[in-house]
Each structure stands twice: as structure tokens, then as C-alpha cells.
């Protein structure tokens, strides 16, 4: 079942961008460029969207690592256009994946977390990760190509979102970062499905990196505000506590 999605991977990412030489200044990095290209029929996405991976290694069963992502979705002459926000989670939010992470287990927001992301996300910190450009393809159900079509884990999607990373060189950092969401069933809050990923490494020479899993993608805007009873609730719940 594996094999199709490594091989998917494996083109995606084995066409990096030219290395600069050893003996070449390096100069100041600019912000990363951001593209969106859409094909086929994709549901309306515009908002703010937290977005929660869970990887296991191949053959594997246990989640090895939660990964957060943050997506901002706007749409400019009615297309989507999807960009990757580099951002930091509240310490809480960070604590708590840390310890999933340490523990092998699964991990999921609570509503107070969402909440805690939608009413920051504009103070959240930004986190530079020496990005060059980022590609992003958003591919409906009816423009899948035989290679999604052929993929076990891909194939049964509604969507896919392909979060194509480029990084400059340097700072034992990667070449490259394919990112791979195939969207399988809407939830009242967003959406969850197959989650795939390919990281190249710089040197010694060119090795992809995979892993899969399951996603969950939260949009802020759907997370229901509390009412007047629950704020009031909040307001007392640490009354009567020792300690």
C-alpha cells in the first residue's frame, strides 16, 4: 500500500533546487514566496485552519510525532489561495504535543485550545524556518491524476493539498519538503483524512525521508463562541480549589 505513495513522494521531491557553492556569500534571505495553483472542484476554504498531523513510520502503528501546521485560505477572484503560516503555539498547546510526542500517543485540540489559536493567531510568533518559496496545489476529486488514482491512501479522497516547501541552502537544513493532505471526510469543524510526507536531505547526497499518517484540519471560524452561562462558568472555576 506504501509503495504507490512512496513512489508519488519520491517524483515529487527529487527535482530540488541547485545547491550554491561552498565559497559563495551567502546573502541576507528574503520572506518566502508563496504560490497556489487549483485544480478541479474543491470545497470553499477561506479562513484561519489549524492543522494537526500525526505520523507513524512505515509499517508502524503508534504516532512517532504530532506536527502542527497553521494555514491561512483567502480567495482572490473566487480561487483559493492557500498559504503555510510559520507560527508558534501557545506554550500550553506546545507542552502538550511535546508530551504526546515523548509518550507516542495521539493528541487532538480541545475546544479551549481552539479557541485559545482563533482569538491569538495574530500574536503568535513567528518562526523562521530559512524557507525560499512554498508551492502549494489544491487537486478536486474529478482532476486527479492516475498516480493519486493508484494510490491506496490517496485514492479516496474529495481533495488534496500539496504543501511543496523549498529551503535555502545552508543551516543543516533541508532541500526540500513535500507535504501531502488527502481530505477523506467533513467534520462540522473542518475536515480529516491521509496524510503523507517526503523531506530531502542536503547531504551526504539527495535521501527522501518519508513518513504517513492521519490529519485533522480545524477551522477557527468554526469553533462556536461560548455563551454568557459558559463565560460565567469560567469565571468561577477555580473557586474552592486548595492548593
Known amino acids: 500500500m506504501r509503495c504507490a505513495l512512496t513512489g508519488l513522494l519520491v517524483t515529487l521531491v527529487l527535482f530540488p533546487p541547485l545547491a550554491r557553492g561552498a565559497d559563495e556569500p551567502v546573502p541576507a534571505e528574503p520572506p518566502p514566496t508563496y504560490t497556489t495553483e487549483v485544480s478541479g472542484t474543491v470545497p470553499e476554504l477561506v ?45 500550553a498547546i506546545a507542552d502538550a504535543i511535546t508530551a504526546a510526542n515523548n509518550e507516542h500517543r495521539s493528541w487532538e485540540p480541545s475546544r479551549r485550545d481552539l479557541e485559545a489559536l482563533r482569538d491569538g493567531w495574530n500574536a503568535l510568533p513567528s518562526e523562521d524556518r530559512g524557507i525560499a518559496s512554498v508551492e502549494v496545489t489544491i487537486t478536486g476529486k474529478d482532476a486527479f491524476n492516475d498516480a493519486i488514482k493508484s494510490d491506496e491512501q490517496m485514492k479516496d479522497a474529495q481533495f488534496l493539498v500539496q504543501v511543496t516547501a523549498n529551503f535555502n541552502p545552508g543551516g543543516q537544513r533541508p532541500m526540500r519538503e513535500v507535504l501531502l493532505y488527502g481530505a477523506k471526510e467533513q467534520q462540522p469543524d473542518g475536515w480529516r483524512g491521509a496524510y503523507a510526507s517526503a523531506t530531502i536531505a542536503a547531504a551526504p547526497f539527495p535521501i527522501p525521508i518519508s513518513f504517513a499518517g492521519t490529519f485533522r484540519m480545524y477551522r477557527l471560524e468554526s469553533v462556536p463562541r461560548r455563551s454568557f452561562v459558559e463565560r460565567m462558568f469560567d469565571l468561577f472555576s477555580g473557586c474552592g480549589r486548595k492548593g
Open 47 to 91: 479562513g484561519h485552519w489549524f492543522v494537526v498531523s500525526q505520523l507513524v513510520l512505515p509499517k508502524g502503528v503508534e504516532p512517532v510525532a504530532i506536527v502542527p501546521s497553521f494555514w491561512e485560505v483567502t480567495a482572490p477572484e473566487g480561487k483559493p489561495a492557500l498559504t503555510p503560516r510559520f507560527l508558534r503555539p501557545p506554550a
